[in-house]
């Protein structure tokens, strides 16, 4: 699927939208952006929810289908998509079940996705005949999910999906996210302000402010970027992408390569062989000039100073590791003892049990 | 059981009356179960526009229907006369059609039962289409439901208890309806004699015993109609109170 749209849309209150979209990508995409950058806005330009008027320009292409442009629009119903709103919009007067089956009666292309995985993946099988009204908002949030997942939609957008669920129910529903990314060929439009969501399975990141797209890349190169202020806080944090070598049943780790580097991590159900996609948070990694002869962190990898950022207290530290990039967060003082400057050679230490898939 | 102890000419005459009178009942049960029906099929449109619609026009429409609310039945009821009559566009056609005249006709009266009782069906329901969730449309709209598919399969079964006070009203009101019958409607038994003309009829001819009858059977009725609105409404705050517990 290869989506290419051109927006020029403005509201009577003044906000507007001017940007292009390019999507050919079929994993996670990302919008990432403040609240009232435009992000959903965008989507429900995308999806036909907002049709504009005749002052605005919106050209939306989709593969070969115009679905909208000066002279034509493709009704909403007829786009093939699925939406997951930040509320969950299941309807009140049926019963989880029959907001499944509402779904599945109106597939957007046959299918061979099967009802009962679904139901087993997204664990409804005992709200089926609840009624919606009594579901919590995770469980209304996994049952919307479902919903358009049955309807077979050929792209999925996701206007901020988790922003009005408390932590562990969004960390479940983020679980349910990355199987279906793996099980599933969609590719899915993921829109949200939180960067630690993105982190977590966008591919790409289209970063938009202030109605405009202004940067794109993808996530290991978006993560490790000083450019947006995506550092901020506790949430600065890599992605790299790593190979399964072996499972050490002894200890009950799992052997990654990471460009050069042996990398040891909590034991994860992969084959040998496999990718795997781990985030490595900036403050879990620290730095040494020297190899250490014997220390209680597994994970010691060779690495140069790409950049780093002075903060009131702390440093953050950009690492090249073969074509990938790591951050370290140290504290200030260490950084001048280091005397950290740019191209200077170094080991980073990563605790094993700091790494999260 | 004062009845019983009246004469027998009054015995006869009582039993007369009740036949008459079941032929009112029959032309009031057809008038207000026409009415309803009818509405139902042009009001219902009617309100989805007027509660959905952002254009201007809906600005002029809405207290148009609510007209016949604050104007006295026979104000409608004399415009409509004038309309009916034979040398107007709309009387000359129906008479050239049917050979027969609007006025003093069942179809006459449906027609002003229609435009009376209008706002006692459309209101009912405008108020529980805007209050429907605008978003839940949104969803139904992206999972493939096209308008019609989203009208029977989302809208209506989400107001239902507008659908039921705005038929029960629309019903009971058209029952009920006096004025416009008297000024378009006239009396001729088994077309247009309703049962508040025949209350009337009693009255003017001091047969109290029958209008006792009638007066009281409306009365019950009108009493039982307000009983099952209510019940309607306090199960649909039910419904309410158990969707605001999941926040």
């Not at chain 1, 679904?118 to 908002?137: D, H, M, T, Y």
């Not at chain 1, 199987?179 to 970063?207: C, G, M, N, R």
């Not at chain 2, 039993?15 to 099929?41: F, P, S, Y």
């Not at chain 2, 378009?184 to 001091?206: C, F, K, M, Q």
């Amino acid at each position: 699927m290869n989506i290419q749209a051109q927006i020029e849309f403005t509201r009577p209150s003044g906000f507007s939208l001017n940007t292009q979209l390019k999507i050919g990508h079929p994993g996670v995409t990302a919008i990432y952006g403040q609240s009232g950058a435009g992000k959903s806005t965008l989507l429900r330009i995308l999806a036909g929810l907002e049709h504009g008027n005749h002052t605005d320009k919106i050209n939306i292409t989709v593969d070969e289908h115009i679905w909208q442009n000066q002279d034509q629009f493709l009704l909403p119903e007829k786009r093939a998509i699925g939406v997951v709103f930040q509320d969950q919009h299941l309807f009140p007067h049926l019963s989880v079940q029959d907001n499944l089956l509402f779904a599945l009666k109106r597939q957007h292309s046959p299918s061979s996705i099967s009802l009962e995985n679904i139901i087993a993946w997204f664990e409804l099988g005992p709200l089926l005949n609840q009624k919606v009204s009594l579901l919590s908002g995770g469980e209304s949030q996994r049952a919307a999910i479902a919903r358009v997942i049955i309807n077979a939609p050929k792209i999925i957008l996701m206007d901020e999906p988790l922003a009005s669920l408390d932590y562990p129910a969004k960390q479940r529903i983020l679980n349910c996210l990355k199987i279906l990314k793996e099980e599933f060929q969609i590719p899915i439009l993921y829109v949200s302000h939180q960067w630690d969501e993105i982190t977590q399975i966008a591919d790409e990141v289209q970063y938009i402010d202030s109605g405009r797209i202004t940067h794109k890349g993808d996530i290991a190169t978006m993560s490790t970027s000083f450019e947006l202020g995506l550092y901020n806080g506790d949430s600065a944090a890599a992605v790299i992408y790593c190979k399964v070598i072996r499972q050490d049943s002894e200890y009950g780790l799992t052997q990654l390569k990471f460009e050069q580097n042996d990398l040891f991590v909590n034991q994860l159900e992969r084959s040998p062989g496999e990718t795997v996609r781990l985030i490595i948070s900036a403050r879990d990694t620290s730095l040494v000039s020297e190899r250490p002869e014997a220390s209680s962190i597994l994970n010691i990898l060779e690495a140069t100073v790409d950049d780093f950022l002075t903060e009131d207290r702390t440093t953050l530290v950009r690492l090249h590791c073969g074509q990938q990039n790591l951050l370290a967060r140290i504290t200030r003082k260490s950084a001048d003892a280091m005397q950290i400057r740019k191209g200077q050679q170094l080991f980073a230490q990563i605790k094993a049990t700091a790494l999260t898939r | 059981m004062k009845l019983s102890t009246n004469t027998a000419t009054q015995q006869g005459s009582l039993a007369h009356m009740t036949a008459t009178d079941i032929n009112a009942v029959l032309v009031t049960l057809q008038l207000a179960g026409a009415t309803t029906l009818i509405l139902m099929i042009i009001g219902t449109p009617i309100a989805w526009w007027v509660a959905r619609s952002q254009s201007w026009l809906s600005v002029l429409v809405s207290p148009l229907i609510s007209l016949p609310l604050v104007l006295p039945p026979t104000v409608i009821g004399f415009y409509l006369l004038i309309l009916f009559s034979p040398d107007q566009p709309l009387g000359s056609f129906w008479l050239q059609v049917t050979g027969d005249t609007l006025a003093f006709s069942f179809t006459g009266l449906l027609i002003g039962s229609i435009i009376y009782s209008l706002p006692f069906y459309i209101q009912p329901l405008q108020v529980e289409f805007s209050n429907i969730d605008q978003n839940l449309i949104e969803a139904a709209t992206t999972l493939g439901a096209g308008p019609s598919d989203r009208f029977f399969n989302l809208v209506v079964p989400l107001s239902t208890r507008g659908f039921l006070i705005a038929t029960t009203l629309t019903f009971a009101h058209t029952v009920g309806e006096f004025g416009i019958v008297l000024m378009i409607g006239g009396n001729i038994p088994g077309e247009t004699r309703v049962l508040s003309i025949a209350l009337y009829d009693h009255v003017e001819t001091l047969q109290y015993a029958s209008a006792h009858f009638l007066a009281g059977g409306l009365m019950l009725f009108s009493f039982c109609t307000l009983i099952l609105i209510h019940i309607i409404n306090k199960g649909s705050l039910t419904m309410v109170s158990a969707g605001a517990r999941k926040n």
